[in-house]
């Protein structure tokens, strides 16, 4: 019998080992893969971004080639007027009775230079309307761009942070979020998250308070906060938040009973009423 409970231990050990070897050797596998394709990801990134640019230059160059062509037909077609007015105007002097060569050169120099300076006038205030368009449309288009680019990346960013497992990598990538947009609730409530997994709850509930204060509506920060709260000792803020999150984001009471973070205030009486009612189903 001591026989049989010995090899029957000894199986139970192989066994053990060989599944912690497959899944070390599944997870090796794994990880070059998932980095293969952030890579590539980035990769098209950046191929559409220089495909936008050059397209973007592109249009531009036609549209200024455009431009310069209508503008060398406008000048060619004032001048034949002008012409045509020298004509006129000198048979109108001449019906009149200005007869002196000397009064028709004068008063015809003097219509032609009110003439031109008139129409010079109006091309270099179409000419300086037209640049100051083009100005502006192509610092739209970049900015369009860039914005285009960021938000590629970020999501790029958000893809690679749900792959780690290491909190300090999701606090690093989190971080480059922020630097793209800081004006996100979202990033600061997931990095609050990533922060109390290493024990840092007072730099938790910053992080809550900072999402709270761009986005007072959302739930996940309360909860967030909640958290903070429950770890440093706060009983009573910790209910409120947790109230809060879930009033704001009813889909976080299938979390409540398995958050380790409360299990200091599990034993409380308001705490016990919160369980109570997600079990009937009511509202917070």
């Known amino acids: 019998m001591k026989i049989f409970l010995l090899l029957f231990s000894i199986f139970i050990v192989f066994s053990f080992a060989n599944d912690i070897k497959d899944e070390k050797i599944e997870k090796q596998l794994y990880s070059p893969l998932i980095e293969r394709y952030i890579l590539d990801e980035l990769k098209e990134i950046r191929i559409d971004h220089h495909r936008l640019r050059s397209d973007v230059e592109q249009r531009i160059s036609r549209a200024e080639v455009t431009q310069t062509d ?3 037909r406008y000048i060619t077609d004032t001048i034949g007027n002008i012409f045509y007015l020298i004509a006129a105007a000198t048979s109108i002097l001449i019906f009149a009775g200005w007869n002196s060569l000397r009064d028709i050169k004068k008063k015809t120099e003097d219509i032609v230079e009110a003439r031109v300076e008139q129409i010079t006038q109006k091309y270099n205030e179409k000419l300086d309307s037209l640049q100051d368009t083009l100005t502006e449309q192509s610092k739209r288009i970049l900015e369009n ?10 999501h790029s960013l958000w893809m690679r942070s749900n792959l780690e497992t290491n909190p300090q990598s999701r606090i690093d990538i989190y971080d480059e979020i922020i630097k793209l947009n800081n004006n996100d609730a979202e990033v600061y409530a997931y990095k609050a998250d990533a922060v109390l997994e290493i024990d840092e709850y007072e730099w938790a509930l910053n992080l809550s308070n ?3 204060e761009i ?7 309360y909860w967030q906060r909640s958290c903070a ?8 803020e910790a209910i409120s938040d947790l109230e809060l999150a879930l009033q704001k984001s009813p889909n976080l009471k299938d979390d409540v009973e398995n958050e380790t973070s409360f299990s200091d205030i599990k034993d409380t009486k308001e705490f016990r009423q919160i369980l109570s009612q997600i079990e009937r189903g009511a509202t917070i």
């Open 210 to 212: 900072k999402a709270i």
């Open 229 to 236: 709260n429950a770890e440093l000792g706060n009983l009573g």
């Open 215 to 221: 986005d007072d509506s959302y739930g996940y920060a």
């Open 70 to 72: 209508r503008s060398a």
């Open 145 to 154: 761009q860039n914005k285009i680019y960021n938000t590629q990346f970020i």
